[in-house]
């Protein structure tokens, strides 16, 4: 049933997608949409609950595959060259957003402080693929693409060691098991970049040599061992996934040119899946058991901390307005947020349901408002729009009348009797 939703969503997102991508409507919106209507508490087609195994699996597959491909758009020389930016975000916003949004849940949510971090670094993370239209439209400056995607891609790895400490503090655990964190995240960045590297090297080799029908699913296999690698070793799955992503980009460009339209589609899709799994949990039952405090620290959490924590880490950075108020406002929730709701919801912690449904939600909104905006953002980069539109109504309007006072004059002017008119002077 899953599977059969799942075709015809994908089928409806596909004949609309021309439309989407001109106007506010949203593929990613349709697939959160249908899945809220299809979801056992709505209509009960799906029967999936934040405990099923699919839903996790799902949305950390989905994760890893996104990031895989946001690491391939970028290569070493890219980040060394363009850091001081991402830098910033990463080093100021990402601390700044975690403190924010820790306190707007303290005093507006209610949640203890132990809590109240650990939700700020669940939320802190932000994910591109909902804003894609401005990610992906060249019209935008490139330091302002590179910038979201670099900050969207490392974050939820630098994210990922709060949110598991903070559980453990929340959780009433004298162990933070840090030794443990920097085992996973070295792991993950050994295997990200040791992986792809084996695989290019043998590729160029004289004995082996990829056919042009197999070349695209070099960059799956890659993937698959590197996601393979880190559920073996405990490594950090989403590092692993970037620095491959990276380590592909920096030394395989043709690897990276075969596999990239492909790959995209791939991850396209699994983020789609993941989206309509993740609109099935939620319901109107689901929304109406969070107090009014929860609504507006959702709001808050999306329209104040990180457009704060990025005025703060953007000052004297000499980005230009335009682009700054973009960078502050597109930092949607993703996979990531979803991913890490999860692991608290199977902690077992005290507040492990209210955490969960402040994240939820707190997601819901960002999709549903940062996918939808995302292309009237962008048209604000393009130079053919420069001019405001009431400018062009108004010269046009300025140029119908004054081309309809001169057809009305020529019917006057070429009256009979006009002798001026006729070709010959009074005295002829």
């Given at each position: 049933m899953l599977l059969l939703c799942f075709a015809v969503v994908l089928l409806a997102a596909v004949l609309v997608s021309a439309l989407a991508h001109r106007t506010i409507l949203s593929t990613a919106a349709l697939f959160?949409?249908?899945?809220?209507?299809?979801?056992?508490?709505?209509?009960?087609?799906?029967?999936?609950?934040?405990d099923s195994p699919i839903v996790a699996q799902l949305a950390e597959l989905a994760l890893f595959a996104v990031l895989f491909t946001d690491g391939m758009r970028v290569g070493w020389a890219d980040l060394r060259s363009a850091w001081r930016l991402p830098g910033r975000a990463l080093g100021w916003g990402l601390p700044l957003t975690l403190l924010?949004?820790?306190?707007?849940?303290?005093?507006?949510?209610?949640?203890?402080w132990p809590e109240a971090l650990l939700i700020g670094a669940i939320l802190a993370p932000t994910d591109p693929v909902f804003a894609a239209a401005l990610v992906g439209n060249d019209k935008v400056p490139a330091r302002l693409r590179h910038l979201l995607n670099v900050e969207s891609g490392v974050n939820d790895g630098l994210a990922l060691p709060f949110v598991v400490v903070l559980l453990a503090v929340a959780a009433g655990s004298d162990d933070l098991h840090l030794g443990e964190l920097?085992?996973?995240?070295a792991l993950g960045l050994l295997i990200g970049v040791l992986v792809p590297l084996a695989a290019i090297a043998l590729e160029r080799?004289?004995?082996?040599?990829?056919?042009?029908?197999?070349?695209?699913?070099?960059?799956?296999?890659?993937?698959?061992l590197v996601l393979?690698?880190?559920?073996?070793?405990h490594g950090n799955l989403f590092l692993a996934a970037f620095?491959?992503?990276?380590?592909?980009?920096?030394?395989?460009p043709r690897q990276r040119a075969t596999f990239e339209h492909f790959g995209e589609n791939v991850a396209e899709l699994l983020k789609l899946a993941a989206l309509l799994v993740f609109g099935a949990l939620i319901s109107v039952q689901f929304l109406g058991e969070i107090s009014w405090a929860g609504w507006v620290f959702a709001v808050l959490a999306i329209v104040v901390a990180r457009p704060v924590a990025l005025g703060i880490s953007f000052l004297r950075s000499g980005l230009g307005l335009r682009e700054q108020a973009a960078a502050m406002w597109f930092g949607p929730k993703g996979f990531a947020s979803v991913v890490y709701g999860l692991l608290v919801l199977e902690s077992g912690i005290a507040a492990a349901d209210e955490v969960f449904h402040l994240v939820a939600l707190t997601i819901v909104i960002?999709?549903?408002?940062?996918?939808?905006?995302?292309?009237?953002?962008a048209r604000a980069f393009d130079e053919g729009r420069e001019t405001p539109n009431w400018h062009g109504v108004l010269r046009r309007a300025?140029?119908?009348?004054?081309?309809?006072?001169?057809?009305?004059a020529l019917p006057l002017a070429n009256q009979p009797g006009d002798e001026r008119d006729q070709g010959t002077s009074p005295t002829c």
């Open positions: 959160l949409v249908a899945g809220f209507v299809l979801g056992e508490d709505t209509t009960g087609v799906l029967h999936l609950r934040a924010i949004t820790a306190a707007l849940a303290h005093y507006i949510a209610g949640l203890d920097a085992t996973e995240l080799t004289r004995w082996f040599a990829a056919s042009a029908a197999y070349a695209p699913l070099n960059g799956v296999a890659i993937g698959l393979a690698l880190g559920k073996a070793t620095a491959a992503g990276i380590t592909v980009a920096t030394f395989g960002s999709i549903m408002a940062h996918s939808s905006t995302d292309v009237l953002v300025r140029r119908r009348g004054r081309d309809s006072a001169v057809e009305a």
